[in-house]
């Protein structure tokens, strides 16, 4: 895109992208998952950098990956952000309760219905029922 760049100073380059409308940032990321059908690539501890050049945001990954299982890294699609981090399991506290209160069992119970059932409450209070 520039012609080879590698001996560009790096603040000229800055110059370059601000006038092209393309603003770069660092993100404060803690993990990076990569989930496809197969496995899930996790990079603990990457760079990244976002850039948005006019509305288009394109994340660069720098990094060495670990591949795991897939579904084994992290929680959810959705995030990890409320689970229950003493009893490692990745179903969310709030998710349990809901369950254990709709079917009149344990929580110990509500968490495996939710386990056995991918963290999906309906089919889990299903199960329960």
Known sequence: MFGGGGGMNPRKMEQMME???????????????????????VFDDAEVTK?????????????SPEQVES?????????DAGADEESGSAIPDDDIEIVATRTG???DE???????????LAAAVEALE
Do not use: H, P, W
């Open 19 to 41: 006038q092209m409308g393309i603003d770069v940032e660092d993100v404060e990321a803690e993990e990076v998952i990569i989930r496809t059908d197969e496995f899930d690539l």
């Open 51 to 63: 850039m948005d050049a006019r509305g288009q945001e394109t994340y660069q990954i720098i990094g």
């Open 71 to 79: 579904g084994a890294a992290g929680g959810s699609a959705a995030g």
């Open 105 to 107: 069992v344990s929580e």
């Open 110 to 120: 509500a968490r495996e219905a939710l386990e056995d059932n991918d963290g999906d």
